[in-house]
């Protein structure tokens, strides 16, 4: 079993639309947990934490279910320039500690206009 | 700031040669890690260093890699012989101590 684990879409969602993904993880160890986006032929970049009580920066909003091990990112309003491949990422020390990163492979997400 | 520095940004080369990628992490982060990147396995971490000394090398796939720092702003990847399977998008990344990690633009290696 994948440490961290995405569905791979693609996600084709009208402009507009909310949509969700969700990720799991196999380590019930893990501490601190990350969404970050990656657009084609780019780096990826760090889109935000995701603290245990849920937390929501702007359209976005992250949730993280400790039981039952897995993290969610909620897009409302989506734009066209959300349109992008978003990695869970999953760390086993505490939040940007000394432990490696842990990606999953990405969930591609394409916003229709 | 200038970012992670990566280069070459494309590398074709043929199977057997050798192919060495380079780095130059942001300025006084004491972090540095090579990833590699392909659509079947996503992003894995091959090795990373704290101040210029490799920490966790667990994720070089053989012998046929090696990572070194020689110092705080350079670091290299080397592959030799090269082979087809290591055709990847390689990333440089970097960070302070419990700060986010900054991404290089990456190197896109073909081995034909």
């Known amino acids: 079993r994948k440490e961290v684990e995405q569905d791979p879409g693609p996600f084709n969602v009208p402009e507009g639309a909310t949509v969700a993904f969700n990720c799991t993880y196999s380590?019930?160890?893990?501490?601190?947990f990350f969404w970050y986006r990656q657009d084609c032929r780019k780096e990826p970049k760090l889109l935000m934490s995701?603290?245990?009580s849920g937390n929501e920066d702007g359209r976005f909003t992250a949730q993280l279910n400790r039981a039952s091990q897995y993290i969610s990112l909620l897009i409302r309003d989506s734009k066209l320039s959300d349109s992008a491949t978003y990695l869970c990422?999953?760390?086993?020390?505490?939040?940007?500690?000394?432990?490696?990163?842990?990606f999953g492979t990405g969930t591609r997400l394409t916003i229709i206009p | 700031d200038a970012g992670v520095i990566q280069s070459p940004r494309h590398e074709v080369t043929e199977m057997g040669q050798e192919v060495t990628l380079r780095c130059k992490p942001i300025?006084?982060?004491?972090?540095l890690f090579w990833y590699r990147q392909t659509m079947m396995r996503g992003l894995e971490l091959l090795i990373y260093?704290?101040?210029?000394?490799?920490?966790?090398d667990s994720g070089m796939p053989e012998d046929r890699f090696s990572a070194k720092m020689p110092n705080a702003s350079f670091s290299t990847l080397k592959i030799q012989p090269s082979e087809p399977r290591d055709s990847a998008v390689y990333f440089c990344?970097?960070?302070?101590?419990?700060?986010?990690?900054?991404f290089g633009s990456g190197t896109q290696l073909s081995v034909l």
């Open positions: 990344a970097s960070r302070r101590i419990n700060e986010k990690l900054f």
């Open positions: 380590n019930s160890a893990s501490q601190s």
């Open positions: 995701v603290y245990s």
């Open positions: 990422v999953v760390n086993k020390g505490s939040n940007f500690g000394n432990e490696k990163l842990t």
């Open positions: 300025s006084g982060h004491d972090y």
């Open positions: 260093f704290n101040n210029n000394v490799p920490i966790d």
